[in-house]
């Protein structure tokens, strides 16, 4: 199983980022993908997510009204779409896979850096 974030980087308060998650060695379309992020010092903490079908969508708090989750079961791929980044966005963001209630795979993490 591998699940391989990209699209992080450095970007100015106010801009946007979309994330992708590459995933292969399980059945895409039957689980459901989480998007989580970890700030230095801080626990990990779950940013959204997504359905097997793509229904059944969440965001946390945080980020409602500025982030979207989105994904293409024919390219085994889902994306975080982030508008209005804010400083506290900094974090390094990993996607995660859902099998049997649990998140079961991990992704390596792409960092996102928010600053002027």
């Known amino acids: 199983v591998q699940l391989v974030e990209s699209g992080g980087g450095l970007v100015q308060p106010g801009g946007s980022l979309r994330l992708s998650c590459a995933a292969s060695?399980?059945?895409?379309?039957?689980?459901?993908m989480r998007w989580y992020r970890q700030a230095p010092g801080k626990e990990r903490e779950l940013v959204a997510h997504?359905?097997?079908?793509?229904?059944?969508?969440n965001y946390a708090d945080s980020v409602k009204g500025r982030f979207t989750i989105s994904r293409d079961n024919a390219k085994n791929t889902v994306y975080l779409e982030m508008n209005s980044l804010k400083p506290e966005d900094t974090a390094v963001y990993y996607c995660?896979?859902?099998?049997?209630?649990?998140?079961?795979?991990w992704g390596q993490g792409t960092q996102v850096t928010v600053s002027s």
């Open positions: 995660g896979a859902r099998r049997w209630g649990t998140t079961r795979w």
């Open positions: 060695g399980f059945t895409f379309s039957s689980s459901a």
């Open positions: 997504i359905g097997s079908d793509g229904g059944s969508i």
